[in-house]
T-cell receptor, first 113, second 114 residues
Framework: AQSVTQLGSHVSVSEGALVLLRCNYS??????LFWYVQYPNQGLQLLLK??????LVKGINGFEAEFKKSETSFHLTKPSAHMSDAAEYFC???????????FGTGTRLLVSP | SQTIHQWPATLVQPVGSPLSLECTVE??????LYWYRQAAGRGLQLLFY??????ISSEVPQNLSASRPQDRQFILSSKKLLLSDSGFYLC?????????????FGEGSRLTVL
């Protein structure tokens, strides 16, 4: 089954700086991939998803992610960080035939003024 | 529109006491239902999921159990809590049938076992 690796449990950026959160998947077979965001003391919500229709996927709040098969990566980016982006971000693959998502370990994004 | 309710929001329980967390979904039928747990340093762990009434899949061996007595109700239980059961418990649902990967989460229940 597919799994993902999220590099960096914490990422710190300044307000206005580029945000880059890394996610690598485990197989050469392109999966469906998801990014979810969790704001403090809340449940997760879907940020964006890759379902093989387009390699560059745009999500909510100005985030986007690019699927790169050659690098087995699906990194999340945002050109300019806002204070409100401070949250934990989870990458997850979807394994066909399964009715569940198993999330990566998460990356906490810290945004400083 | 669909909504998901989870309660209680916070809970402080002594070691060895029982546990019951409840989750209900409104506005949809035959959802898939999930229980996840976040514990310090352990990421987001899938505990149980259910694709129908009475159908429970357990992902992690532990002293917790789950039940689905009604189509839109999912209950997480324990007979005797351990310190290691402390954490933030999240219920989620997805549309029934072919899984799309889109989960809708509740607001969570924070459990502290003392």
């Amino acid at each position: 089954a597919q799994s993902v690796t999220q590099l960096g449990s914490h990422v710190s950026v300044s307000e206005g700086a580029l945000v880059l959160l890394r996610c690598n998947y485990s197989s050469s077979v392109p999966p469906y991939l998801f990014w979810y965001v969790q704001y403090p003391n809340q449940g997760l919500q879907l940020l964006l998803k890759y379902t093989s229709a387009a390699t560059l996927v745009k999500g909510i709040n100005g985030f986007e992610a690019e699927f790169k098969k050659s690098e087995t990566s699906f990194h999340l980016t945002k050109p300019s960080a806002h204070m409100s982006d401070a949250a934990e971000y989870f990458c997850a693959p979807m394994n066909t035939g399964f009715q569940k998502l198993v999330f990566g370990t998460g990356t906490r994004l810290l945004v400083s003024p | 529109s669909q909504t998901i309710h989870q309660w209680p929001a916070t809970l402080v329980q002594p070691v060895g006491s029982p546990l019951s967390l409840e989750c209900t979904v409104e506005g949809t039928s035959n959802p898939n239902l999930y229980w996840y747990r976040q514990a310090a340093g352990r990421g987001l762990q899938l505990l149980f999921y259910s694709v129908g009434i009475g159908q429970i899949s357990s992902e992690v061996p532990q002293n917790l159990s789950a039940s689905r007595p009604q189509d839109r109700q999912f209950i997480l239980s324990s007979k005797k809590l351990l310190l290691s059961d402390s954490g933030f418990y999240l219920c989620a649902w997805s549309v029934g049938g072919a899984f799309t990967g889109e989960l809708f989460f509740g607001e969570g229940s924070r459990l502290t076992v003392l």
